[in-house]
């Protein structure tokens, strides 16, 4: 191949314009180095070259020890050329090499170009960060609008004292399907809160809207963008947003006028939701769920930000299965709490995968209080398959898992007091517990979590279980690829969903998310800033890049799963995932130091 087509397949000389490239290719030299041969020497003479490799591999030492393996296409020598020093590692030719080399002075020209410049003067984390920032979105950025801006109804305001019949008529006279209640607090009656608190209950239209409508009333800034004003509906269960602007209420938007701008929606797939009376009813809501996840990424959204909208609906859906096996069988005899972990705990779900439930009810109950939450289990799991939620091959649902509060508390304490390497393998799937659905307050639990940093015992062997699952790296740091590809899940988001979840819960953060871990590790300083910033990123491309492939996968008729071939990558997607593998192993290796991962038996 030409010097030039090859370079310029590879970040960063794909920015550089045309007359950059011929000054380039003019003077560029072509150099061949055997194997073991030393390219570099650390603290020998200034380097004056930018060197790419064309062919083969070359190490990246010091002091003996292997640091880096670069390969066809990477670049070394820029950090001695930019501060015009002597090379702070040694470079040997892993194999015969063939190797482009960039004299200085052309380096410095090439450098007054900023996509060139930028490669080479930042990070890894800003690297990922302004790659997804740059890339187009086809459908432009729907999602990111503030909701203000959208044509919405002018609140409609009646005093405490109205009565529901006024209200109605006034409804009804306004064409609008609610009005605020001036009360204190706040509220908000809606058509539907005449229909199921006031037709339903049997109550006349002499009611005071005061007595039957919403207080306080949630509000969201007008500010907020459409994909902001779509998880606060789903969140809260409520299909009128009152928009808040200096404290003053200026429009309503509601569902009806997020269907009009999307037809597959959440907003759309949640009512469909709540209109399910038998299992069957969802047999297709993994399509629907995919068709709006699709909606949603064409529109703008990262992958990191349509979690929260499926785990929204997903609760939702589990909602809806429990009250109608709670309409079976009766209602509870105690209060409960259905509680998720994994992706699901997490929020971080993008297409459906297999269940991780269970259930926690709270003490007090007679002999009959497990056979009845036996059987609700049971019900709810089954509907669960029904939709296309595959069961959880490690049996992590709650026809297993369920149990009085005060036991899950002793069973939370027996893993941080007396941890065993078996036993914290359940510790890391229910570390990431979250309430989906019920009443009971699990204060406990989280206490635990907050307190188990401070045990060093067990901050030993959780970095031990942390650290299992680590990125396809061979010896010399190639990416190992097997017949499926390369698993972005068990080398790239696992390691990453572990180590966040480990430096958070040092730090008594008992966020779920793993953004959120990341950030709340970095601000209490058991992860450096730099760190975090590199696995955030690194999460994020990694998470973008599986939910593209498997939407390709699924468009194509194909089996979705967490491969990747890299021969469909683009050079530099190449690049950015081999250096968060590379990342990905250098902090395992410090998380490894620092909680004395080699002193456990």
Not at 50 to 79: A, N, S, W, Y
Not at 209 to 226: F, G, K, Q, W
Request: hydrophobic share 45%.
């Amino acid at each position: 191949m030409d010097p030039i087509l090859f370079l310029r397949a590879h970040p960063p000389f794909d920015h550089l314009p045309a007359g950059m490239l011929r000054e380039l290719e003019s003077g560029l030299e072509i150099a061949y180095y055997p194997k073991d041969a030393r390219i570099l020497l650390r603290g020998g003479a200034p380097n004056r070259h930018l060197f790419v490799i064309r062919k083969g591999t070359v190490r990246l030492e010091r002091e003996g020890d292997l640091v880096q393996v670069l390969e066809e296409g990477e670049c070394f020598g820029h950090p001695s050329l930019i501060g015009k020093t002597s090379p702070h590692v040694d470079v040997v030719a892993a194999e015969d090499a063939l190797i482009y080399q960039v004299p200085g002075d052309t380096f410095d020209r090439l450098m007054s170009v900023p996509e060139f410049a930028q490669f080479f003067l930042v990070d890894l984390s800003e690297r990922l960060r302004q790659s997804a920032s740059s890339r187009p979105l086809p459908l432009g950025r729907e999602l990111g609008t503030p909701v203000g801006r959208l044509p919405v109804a002018t609140p409609v305001s009646v005093t405490a004292e109205t009565t529901v019949g006024d209200a109605a008529r006034l409804m009804r006279e306004k064409r609008i399907s609610s009005v605020i209640v001036e009360s204190d607090p706040p509220g908000i009656l809606t058509d539907r809160d005449l229909r199921s608190r006031v037709l339903a209950e049997g109550r006349g239209p002499a009611t005071k809207v005061a007595d039957v409508a919403t207080r306080p009333m949630l509000t969201i800034s007008a500010d907020a963008t459409l994909f902001e004003t779509l998880v606060f509906m789903l969140e809260h269960h409520v299909h009128h947003a009152p928009l808040e602007r200096d404290g003053h209420i200026i429009g309503i938007v509601t569902d009806t006028d997020l269907l009009r701008l999307y037809m597959k929606t959440p907003i759309y797939l949640l009512r469909n939701i709540e209109r399910v009376s038998l299992p069957d009813d969802c047999a297709r809501y993994d399509a629907e769920l995919a068709a709006m996840v699709e909606t949603l990424v064409w529109g703008g959204l990262a992958a990191s930000q349509v979690g929260p909208v499926v785990s929204r609906l997903n609760d939702a859906l589990v909602a809806r299965f429990l009250r109608i096996a709670e309409g079976e069988l009766g209602p509870p005899p105690v209060p409960y709490a259905w509680i998720v972990f994994g992706s699901e705990g997490r929020m971080e779900q993008t297409l459906l995968t297999d269940q991780d439930n269970a259930i926690v009810y709270a003490d007090g109950g007679d002999a009959s209080c497990d056979a009845y939450f036996a059987a609700l289990a049971e019900r709810t799991v089954r509907a669960l398959v029904a939709a296309s939620f595959p069961p959880c091959a490690g049996g992590f649902m709650a026809t297993n898992w369920r149990r009085p509060l005060s036991s899950w508390v002793a069973l939370f304490r027996g893993w941080i007091e007396t941890p065993e390497p078996r036993a914290l393998i359940e510790a890391l799937n229910f570390c990431d517990f979250r309430v989906a659905h019920g009443g009971l307050d699990l204060a406990p639990l989280e206490d635990l979590l907050r307190r188990a940093g401070r045990e060093q015992l067990f901050m030993a062997h959780f970095a031990r279980a942390s650290v299992g699952l680590q990125p396809p790296l061979g010896a010399f740091r190639h990416i190992r690829e097997t017949e499926e590809g390369v698993d972005l899940k068990k080398g790239g988001l696992a390691p990453i969903v572990s180590l966040a979840r480990l430096y958070a819960i040092e730090a008594g953060c008992t966020a779920r998310s793993t953004l959120d871990r990341l950030e709340g590790a970095a601000h209490a300083g058991t992860l450096s800033r730099q760190g975090a910033d590199t696995l955030a990123e690194g999460f994020r491309f990694l998470l973008g890049l599986r939910l593209r492939e498997q939407l390709r996968a699924l468009r194509a008729g194909g089996e979705v799963t967490n491969h990747i071939r890299l021969e469909h990558l683009e050079a530099v997607e190449r690049q950015h995932l081999k250096d968060i593998f590379v990342a990905i192993r250098e902090i395992q290796r410090a998380a490894e130091l620092r909680y004395a991962v080699q002193r456990l038996a």
